[in-house]
């Protein structure tokens, strides 16, 4: 059933996809996507062959489908070095492991859109992501005209980073995409001129206050030393007075 009726109280679960959602995930992908796919990617889905994946379902459905898919998300690993955007990851070559995850799919059944399905599987992608080490960043293609998901991932702090023309060809037609992209695990762009020349004029600030402060303690301590000099010169000239002092009483108490 591509199409099921909500629960009164649907409680939504979500889990790994298996061999056995096989039919429903094709019937939905067919549904939902005006992009047909080859039988092997959803063999490849339900079976792990490179490709993980998560399901959503509704537990409280009361047709005795409550193990049905209603969303799933699909996604597959791949090497940073060898993405489309491996310019916008500031990548270092000697880090050749460096990896990214790439969200090939998403979709939820119309009657169940409202209940934050596809954002919680989104987070599912992000949380493995993050779980791996290597991994820099979550990205994906949005057809431009899907103003629903676009606005979806803008909402979980996606950043769209680039159009690309006539990215998808649909039934004759070629229509542009948006790349929308999330760091994880410390990843970042590359620094842009602006970035570059905020952080010189930051560092030639830094850099004018230490010496500034460099000639402020040497002031100061010039400043010290000469109040010492001053100080010693008096004390020095007024010892000879006090001995002559002294000397001249003790002469006087002798005669």
Same mark, same amino acid.
């Given at each position: 059933?591509?199409?099921?009726?909500?629960?009164?109280?649907?409680?939504?679960?979500?889990?790994?996809?298996?061999?056995?959602?096989?039919?429903?995930?094709?019937?939905?992908?067919?549904?939902?996507?005006?992009?047909?796919?080859?039988?092997?990617?959803?063999?490849?889905?339900?079976?792990?062959?490179?490709?993980?994946?998560? =399901?959503? @379902?509704?537990?409280? /459905? %009361?047709? !005795?489908?409550?193990?049905? $898919? #209603?969303?799933? +998300?699909?996604?597959?690993?791949?090497?940073?070095?060898?993405?489309?955007?491996?310019?916008?990851?500031?990548?270092?070559?000697?880090?050749?492991?460096?990896?990214?995850?790439?969200?090939?799919?998403? =979709?939820? @059944?119309?009657?169940? /859109? %409202?209940? !934050?399905?596809?954002?919680? $599987? #989104?987070?599912? +992608?992000?949380?493995?992501?993050?779980?791996?080490?290597?991994?820099?960043?979550?990205?994906?293609?949005?057809?431009?005209?899907?103003?629903?998901?676009?606005?979806?991932?803008?909402?979980?702090?996606?950043?769209? @980073?680039?159009?690309?023309?006539?990215?998808?060809?649909?039934?004759?037609?070629?229509?542009?995409?948006?790349?929308?992209?999330?760091?994880?695990?410390?990843?970042?762009?590359?620094?842009?001129?602006?970035?570059?020349?905020?952080?010189?004029?930051?560092?030639?600030?830094?850099?004018?206050?230490?010496?500034?402060?460099?000639?402020?303690?040497?002031?100061?301590?010039?400043?010290?030393?000469?109040?010492?000099?001053?100080?010693?010169?008096?004390?020095?000239?007024?010892?000879?007075?006090?001995?002559?002092?002294?000397?001249?009483?003790?002469?006087?108490?002798?005669?």
């Amino acid at each position: 059933m591509v199409n099921p009726k909500v629960s009164s109280q649907p409680k939504i679960c979500y889990r790994p996809i298996r061999p056995s959602d096989l039919d429903i995930l094709e019937h939905i992908h067919g549904r939902l996507f005006p992009i047909r796919y080859e039988s092997t990617f959803f063999h490849d889905v339900v079976n792990g062959r490179d490709i993980v994946s998560w =399901g959503a @379902v509704d537990s409280n /459905r %009361s047709d !005795g489908r409550s193990d049905e $898919l #209603i969303g799933f +998300v699909t996604a597959r690993i791949v090497l940073a070095k060898e993405s489309e955007i491996v310019d916008m990851l500031g990548y270092d070559s000697a880090k050749s492991d460096q990896t990214l995850v790439y969200v090939l799919t998403l =979709g939820v @059944v119309e009657a169940y /859109r %409202s209940f !934050g399905i596809a954002s919680s $599987l #989104i987070r599912e +992608v992000i949380k493995y992501a993050s779980s791996i080490p290597t991994c820099r960043a979550v990205y994906l293609h949005v057809i431009s005209y899907n103003n629903p998901a676009i606005n979806l991932y803008k909402k979980m702090s996606f950043k769209c @980073v680039r159009r690309l023309q006539g990215f998808y060809l649909i039934n004759g037609q070629h229509y542009d995409s948006f790349l929308f992209l999330y760091y994880v695990n410390g990843g970042r762009s590359p620094c842009s001129p602006l970035e570059i020349l905020t952080a010189i004029v930051s560092f030639m600030r830094s850099g004018f206050k230490s010496v500034a402060a460099r000639l402020c303690r040497n002031g100061s301590r010039k400043i010290s030393r000469r109040a010492k000099c001053k100080e010693s010169h008096s004390l020095v000239s007024a010892t000879p007075n006090k001995r002559n002092v002294a000397v001249e009483c003790s002469g006087y108490e002798c005669v």
